[in-house]
T-cell receptor, first 114, second 113 residues
Framework: SQQGEEDPQALSIQEGENATMNCSYK?????LQWYRQNSGRGLVHLIL?????REKHSGRLRVTLDTSKKSSSLLITASRAADTASYFC??????????????FGQGTTLQVKP | EAQVTQNPRYLITVTGKKLTVTCSQN?????MSWYRQDPGLGLRQIYY???????DKGDVPEGYKVSRKEKRNFPLILESPSPNQTSLYFC????????????FGPGTRLTVL
């Protein structure tokens, strides 16, 4: 089963509004990452939050992490049409002898209308 | 420019015809991996490599092979492709671990007829 699951699957907002996406995972993690993908193209790293961090900012992005609930959220403030893309969370599995696996959620498709 | 390159970008082939998708990175990264992306299923890891000559299975390794003879290259081999391997494939690399920031290639769209 997927380590990371995202919610909602699709989100449509007006330019200028905020967009919030959520990610839940199942096992303990080292880090949680968020990626962005424009249609059919490679993923681009947005932000990485470590398991001992609770909140992180990068420009208009704000990521929170709640390890007790095994969940994270990505907030994009003052959205722009250029933010239209799919957003994915990705987690590894902490404590496992295997530090090579990275599991992605199914993604949230964000549409920002001008 | 730091980048991950994949070739070919698009490929249409027939069932059973062996093919190789190349992946190369110029960032001296230890970790490399392959993913496939399918509608409704997200990205699923096929294989990964934590160093030269060290490879391991991801979540969907069946029907694929990889090799890591050099640090910069991590080719994905489909010995006998089948239509269910029609997908969008991504190679990624990072400094050391899966937990590190991943740098993705542009993708290879494969169609197996």
């Amino acid at each position: 089963s997927q380590q990371g699951e995202e919610d909602p699957q699709a989100l449509s907002i007006q330019e200028g509004e905020n967009a919030t996406m959520n990610c839940s995972y199942k096992t303990s993690i080292n880090n949680l990452q968020w990626y962005r993908q424009n249609s059919g193209r490679g993923l681009v790293h947005l932000i990485l939050i470590r398991s001992n961090e609770r909140e992180k900012h990068s420009g208009r992005l704000r990521v929170t992490l709640d390890t007790s609930k095994k969940s994270s959220s990505l907030l994009i403030t003052a959205s722009r049409a250029a933010d239209t893309a799919s957003y994915f969370c990705a987690t590894d599995a902490r404590g496992s002898s295997n530090t090579g696996k990275l599991i992605f959620g199914q993604g949230t498709t964000l549409q920002v209308k001008p | 420019e730091a980048q991950v390159t994949q070739n070919p970008r698009y490929l249409i082939t027939v069932t059973g015809k062996k093919l190789t998708v190349t992946c190369s990175q110029n960032m001296n990264h230890e970790y490399m991996s392959w993913y496939r992306q399918d509608p409704g299923l997200g990205l699923r890891q096929i294989y990964y490599s934590m160093n030269v000559e060290v490879t391991d299975k991801g979540d969907v390794p069946e029907g694929y092979k990889v090799s890591r003879k050099e640090k910069r290259n991590f080719p994905l081999i489909l010995e006998s492709p089948s239509p269910n391997q029609t997908s969008l494939y991504f190679c990624a690399s990072s400094y050391g671990l899966a937990a590190d920031t991943q740098y993705f290639g542009p993708g290879t769209r494969l169609t197996v007829l």
